[in-house]
RNA sequence: GCCUCGAUGGCGGAAUUGGUAGACGCGCUGGAUUCAAAAUCCAGUUUUCGCAAGGAAGUGUGGGUUCGAUUCCCACUCGAGGUACCA
């Protein structure tokens, strides 16, 4: 009986597809009895975008990594979730639907189609009855709803949740906005309840929409008038755009933004409660970038303007405000206009111009060059009352703080390197700091000097006592900054979720869930419109009927009952936002979850995916539950217990040098294609006086081109290797080359020649991402072909520390291949499947139980890899004993089953049991099996190992001193010397120091 | 620049609280079986000296703590990922 892991594993895929062996209950909804009284767990992956080149041997490593452990749980009797979907709206597809016409579902489906035969060959446990598509109208229907539930809301920093508008209404009618603290736009007009209610209904609308947590406002982005789109910063190139090179301006367009900057406090302090691993949780919190300072208004001495304005500025060191010496405004800083005098204006302008022509990407990457230039008006300075002159300059953000700042030559380096180009004055208020070469920023360790009443203050206590100033004089107040910024919601794209909106007099409208999904219509192009409307302008039949309640053709848009519909779509992390919550209750047409089905499930206990999302969609994600935590809709506001970010697995590419060589201009390579065996390219290019002098007759032998060697005229010849890669697939465990399979590859190789060695061609290899231009992709369906599922999941997680990045390499998936073989051969004699029912020896019993305890607590920390190898010792060591029982496999069956559920499966069959392991209990580990009465104790001379002795445990340290003392290789290595002294761990390890 | 992670044989990696460095697998070497190959099995495999017994060195580098350091501390080098005029 030979282990046909083809059979095996296609039998039992189907086995489980046809039972639903993983269906999860919803005990409530289901009414079956055993699952309401399990506990429940729920096991997530990141689901996947489905692309068009198909998964590679890298991406299943988290799923396997998953279904290991809830196929574990399960044994555990827990009642376990694990879903899997697919985050189905994208760009490629868009794209090649711009190439080809073909409508993005039809390649979005047949993608999906493909992801799913490759996740089924891999026998995964997902219960696919729960499964959600993003691009799916039955999904996207309650993103669509989510996103109307933000724009209802407002957040109402006193209660600090998130209200329904309903609330913030109530407030303005009987009190007006002056004491409303909310997170909204900055600059809200201050009014009364008699005024609100004077309101026309437009103004009232305007102003709503400043507190809503989704809103529209001009938001300054890409636009490549080229292309007709918007582009994102890793789109553009040295300012132009990456695909065609056209320009790219900074322009202002009305889009949706989401407020996730009212829960900037929450995400940071959430971060606390949860088990996620601690290099995400800092780059969300540098992300977020909570700084605490103090807001400070300089006023703007009145020249010709004759008016008095405020310049507001934002610092985080308001102790070094007798340091200023000038302050600072961002090109698009609004009072730049306003303030500049006369003699300045033209040379202002000049230099605004210059950069709003330069993306913002272009003036980060270039931080070395200072430029900026003079307004000509001055500032006060609220304490010392100096006059401070105001410039401007591009160092400045407008998008952070105030967009303006105070310059503190001498202890920011930025504002010195401005002050040194530009000849501006550097106050040192460091007592006994030389600022002569740069700012003293270290914060901790400086006394604050010349500034009046700070005198001889550190750090905290100038702080402490200069906002005190600040706000009892009323220049300002303390106040917590955050670098996040709201998040834009708008993108010009076809394939992605429609919004749910239309426009009535230009004000944004919501369309009511019982209309909803709003689904995406068609359209003939994929591309912006000629006039620079996104793609949805395309289409025809896309206007709201308020009467009918129905998307309708745009000819009948009258502005009265009919209005036109949104036009952007939804960004890539719409859809993966809340769908986590949506398998819980895939198919409530009624509500996005049941109040049932979120109360059982709660939330993600083991979510796992990897870190490049660290600041995208885990972030949004965790926004959007504390959202529907406040409105009451989900009962905890962190989704995910646990997070493990899994590595990335690289590819082992392979490559064949060419030799090019030849004198002056002269090139041999004109006439041939030589590649050549690495070690002999290697001592080429290393030795080439000895290859020339000794070993070129041994090349030549083989081939007759090294003429180039023969010459004197050595200064004219050159030669040179270029590597090239060549298919991994060519290329075997030892390195070597299938020279036929690469003559046969490209046509430009049929007639190459090689130099080889021994025979061989010897290929370079070199790790790198796996890539279909690198040739190093490894197809998983290919590795279930030739060694099976099981062997494929084992080898995974075999490879390494999961949260670790490694290598693939397909040769070393032998090994685990015939570990599965030499399991199987436990459990058979004489070619027949049999087990003896005879009572397991101590130390059979033993070799169990210290592989249950070993597994049990490899796969509690996630430590996959080293259960592989304890899995491989127990087959080795009960294959030495040649084990054949019962209480010994049967067990040994279960434990396996969560790596490699087929052969597992089969072989518990075999056991004469009739129902699937997959819920059988796991095997409880007892320690009595351990126990052991000796101990084969290393003995070390300075902590050197020499020799080792074997003892009993259970006699004193001093009954083993003198075991040890008494021992002859003792005396040996003392060589007569007394030893200083013994030291004597019990049960671990004795060391004689002397 | 800043933040984070990492560095152990030819390769992937192991060593749970400081206690036998190199488990397990790949590859390699030799052998058995075979007409041959595949498959399987056995032995060896950190480097170095030695016929061997045995010795010496050894976890990126340099220090330190300790009876004992891959593990803890300090300084540095290299690599990977993230992020960046954030006031």
Redesign the pocket.
């Known amino acids: 009986m030979e282990y046909n892991f083809r059979k095996i594993e296609a039998d039992w895929q189907k086995y489980w597809a046809e039972n639903q062996t993983f269906k999860a209950e919803n005990p409530a909804l289901s009414g079956v009895e055993g699952n309401s009284t399990k506990p429940k767990y729920y096991v997530l992956d990141m689901f996947p975008y489905p692309s068009g080149a198909g998964l590679h041997v890298g991406h299943p490593l988290g799923y396997i990594a998953s279904d290991i452990y809830a196929r574990y749980k399960r044994h555990k009797g827990f009642n376990v979730l694990h879903p899997q979907g697919y985050d189905s709206f994208g760009l490629p597809a868009e794209q090649y639907a711009i190439q080809t016409g073909q409508h993005p579902a039809i390649t979005t489906e047949e993608n999906i189609k493909t992801y799913r035969k490759q996740l089924d060959k891999i026998g995964f446990s997902f219960d696919w009855s729960r499964e959600v598509r993003t691009s799916d109208p039955n999904y996207y229907k309650w993103t669509q709803w989510i996103f109307t539930q933000l724009f209802n809301s407002w957040y109402n920093k006193t209660t600090d949740k998130a209200e329904d508008i309903s609330t913030l209404i109530a407030i303005f009618s009987s009190e007006g906005n002056s004491e409303v603290k909310a997170a909204c736009d900055a600059d809200i007009e201050k009014f009364s309840s008699e005024e609100w209610k004077n309101f026309s209904e437009e103004k009232q609308q305007k102003i709503l929409l400043q507190y809503r947590l989704t809103f529209l406002s001009e938001t300054e982005v890409n636009w490549c008038p080229g292309l007709g789109t918007v582009l994102a910063n890793d789109e553009i190139v040295n300012g132009v755009s990456e695909r065609g090179g056209h320009q790219v301006i900074r322009k202002k367009m009305m889009q949706w933004s989401t407020r996730i900057t009212a829960y900037a406090q929450r995400l940071l302090d959430g971060l606390a409660k949860i088990d996620w691993p ?2 995400l949780k ?2 969300q919190t ?2 977020i ?1 909570r ?1 605490e ?1 103090a807001m400070v208004s300089f006023d703007v001495i009145a020249s010709e303007t004759k008016q008095s304005h405020k310049i507001e ?5 308001p102790d070094t405000i007798f340091g200023v010496s000038f302050m600072t405004l ?1 090109p698009e800083h609004d009072l730049v206009s306003i303030i500049t005098t006369p003699e300045q204006k033209e040379t202002v302008e000049a230099y605004v111009k210059a950069t709003a022509k330069r993306s913002e990407l272009e ?5 070395k ?3 900026g230039v003079f307004t000509g008006a001055y500032a006060l300075h609220p304490f010392s009352g100096k006059k401070v002159p105001i410039w401007i300059g ?13 310059a ?1 030559p001498c202890g ?1 380096q ?1 504002d010195y390197d401005f002050a040194k180009h530009f000849n501006l004055e550097i106050p040192n208020i460091f007592e006994g700091i030389d600022i002569s070469e740069g700012a003293y920023a270290d914060k901790e360790n400086s006394v604050i000097t010349n500034s009046d009443f700070l005198n001889g203050l550190p750090y905290k206590k100038a702080l402490k006592r200069i906002i005190h100033e600040i706000e009892q004089e009323g220049f300002g107040y303390g106040k917590v ?1 955050y ?1 996040m910024r709201d998040a834009v919601f708008s993108r010009q794209r076809y394939w992605g979720e429609p919004f749910p909106v239309y426009y009535k007099n230009g004000l944004p409208q919501m369309i009511d869930l019982k209309q909803l999904p709003i689904v995406l219509p068609e359209v003939e192009k994929y591309l912006p419109t000629e006039d620079g409307k996104p793609p949805l302008g395309n289409a025809t039949i896309w206007a709201w009927d308020t009467i009918k309640l129905e998307v309708v053709s745009n000819q009948l848009i009258d502005n009265k009952t009919v209005f036109p519909l949104e036009l952007n779509t939804m960004p890539g992390w719409a859809g993966s936002s809340s769908y986590f919550n949506r398998y819980m209750d895939p198919e409530n047409t009624e509500e996005f979850v049941s109040k049932e089905a979120v109360n059982y499930w709660q939330d993600v206990d083991l979510y796992i995916g990897g ?2 999302h ?2 995208g969609h885990l972030l949004y994600s965790r926004f959007w539950q504390k959202f529907l935590f406040d409105k009451g809709l989900v009962p905890v506001d962190e989704y995910a217990k646990k997070l493990i970010n899994q590595g990335m697995i690289t590819g082992t590419s392979a490559y064949v040098y060419r030799w090019e060589f030849g004198k002056g201009n002269d090139s041999e390579m004109a006439k041939k294609t030589i590649f050549v065996s690495k070690p002999i390219m290697e001592r080429i290019t290393k030795e080439r006086s000895t290859i020339e002098h000794t070993d070129k007759k041994v090349i030549s032998d083989q081939v007759d081109l090294l003429t180039f060697c023969d010459t004197n005229s050595s200064e004219k010849e050159w030669s040179s290797f270029t590597p090239i890669h060549a298919d991994v697939s060519f290329v075997n ?2 390195d070597e080359l299938d020279i036929e399979a690469f003559k046969n590859w490209r046509t430009e190789y049929k007639d190459a020649e090689f130099i080889l060695e021994d025979g061989k061609y010897i290929c370079g290899r070199e790790v790198e991402k796996m890539s279909k231009s690198k040739y190093n992709v490894v197809n998983p369906d290919q590795i279930c072909e030739e060694y099976g599922a099981d062997s494929l999941r084992m080898f995974e997680m ?4 999961l949260e ?4 693939w ?1 397909t ?2 998936i ?6 599965l ?2 399991l199987w051969k436990l459990y058979i004699v004489e070619n027949k499947f049999s087990v003896s029912d005879e009572e397991p020896s101590k130390e059979e019993f033993k070799i169990l139980h210290k592989t249950i ?2 597994v049990e ?1 490899d796969i509690e920390n996630f ?1 996959f ?2 259960s ?2 304890t899995f ?2 127990a087959v ?1 060591e009960l294959t ?1 004993l040649k084990c054949n029982k019962r209480a010994i496999l049967e067990p040994m069956a279960i434990l396996l089953e969560p790596y490699a559920p087929h052969i597992s499966e089969e072989l518990w069959k075999n056991l004469r049991h009739t129902t699937s392991i997959s819920a059988v209990d796991f095997p409880v580990f007892e320690p009595k099996y351990l126990v052991e009465s000796m101990k ?1 104790y ?1 003995v ?1 001379f ?5 020799f ?1 002795i074997a003892l009993p445990l259970d006699i004193s340290v001093k009954e083993i001193e003198d075991a040890v003392m008494a021992h002859e290789k003792t005396q040996e ?1 003392l060589k007569g010397r007394e030893p200083k ?1 013994v ?1 004597i ?1 019990p049960g ?2 004795i ?1 004689i ?1 002397g």
């Open positions: 601690q290099p800092d780059s540098y992300w970038g700084s300072g500025v934002f610092t985080t060191r961002a003036r980060m990457a270039d931080v060059t200072i430029s591009d160092y400045v953000l407008a998008g952070y703080g105030t967009g303006a700042v105070m503190v920011d930025r900054n670098r870190s490049e660290a600041t465990a030892s075999f490879l390494g520390p670790q990045s490694k290598p390499k040769s070393g032998s090994g685990v291949l015939s570990f073989k030499k305890k070993k607590e430590s890899n080293t592989v190898s491989m010792i080795n030495a084969e290393p070390s300075n902590g050197k190992m020499r080792k290595q002294k030291i761990v671990k390890i060391n120091v």
